[in-house]
């Protein structure tokens, strides 16, 4: 199932990286047009948005081509998904943290189409992170499940550390 669910999720990333990147550019044209500067952390999120709408292909290449067309190594397949992914989720933190301290509410920020700006790029950031904790998560499960983490073991008697392989009998696969 969740083999299944990580392309959709790299979908729905890269869609709202998109937005962001709209929202981004939108506030860092009107800063710039106004007062002539752009905040700092506008442009990391800006560069954020590109940077994941570049590694959402390669991802969805690398889990697509390996289990339909290459069929290269899983797990050299899930080290490249989930390098490029932790990079990537650590800017989406890092950023919207700094974002969030930077607009904490709407009452600092005024009011507003600007506002309504500030807000969303800030709800838009944490939608990223968190598809994207969402996406490494299950990235983890299927690397469990492939015996790549974890011991590689498939299953064990009685559930305790220690315990030997079940071994395959009649009935088992």
């Not at 669910?5 to 709202?16: G, H, K, Q």
């Not at 047009?33 to 990391?44: M, N, R, T, W, Y």
């Not at 920020?109 to 944490?126: F, K, S």
């Not at 969402?134 to 299953?155: N, T």
Request: proline content about 3%; hydrophobic content about 55%.
């Amino acid at each position: 199932m969740y083999a299944v669910a990580r392309p959709f999720l790299l979908v729905l990333l890269w869609i709202f990286s998109l937005v962001e990147l709209g929202l981004t550019g939108a506030r860092i044209n009107h800063t710039e047009h106004l007062a002539g500067f752009h905040e700092g952390i506008v442009a990391a999120l800006l560069a954020t948005a590109v940077l994941t709408m570049l590694w959402v292909p390669y991802a969805l290449f690398t889990n697509l081509g390996r289990n339909r067309y290459a069929g290269g190594s899983v797990r050299t397949g899930l080290l490249h998904e989930g390098g490029g992914g932790l990079i990537v989720w650590i800017m989406w933190l890092v950023c919207a943290a700094i974002f969030t301290n930077d607009i904490p509410a709407k009452r600092f920020c005024g009011v507003g189409r600007q506002c309504d700006l500030l807000i969303a790029i800030q709800a838009i950031a944490w939608i990223c992170f968190s598809l994207l904790t969402i996406y490494k998560v299950m990235l983890l499960m299927h690397a469990s499940a492939q015996g790549l983490i974890g011991g590689g073991r498939v299953a064990t008697r009685g559930g305790v550390i220690g315990d030997k392989p079940v071994a395959a009998g009649p009935g088992r696969v």
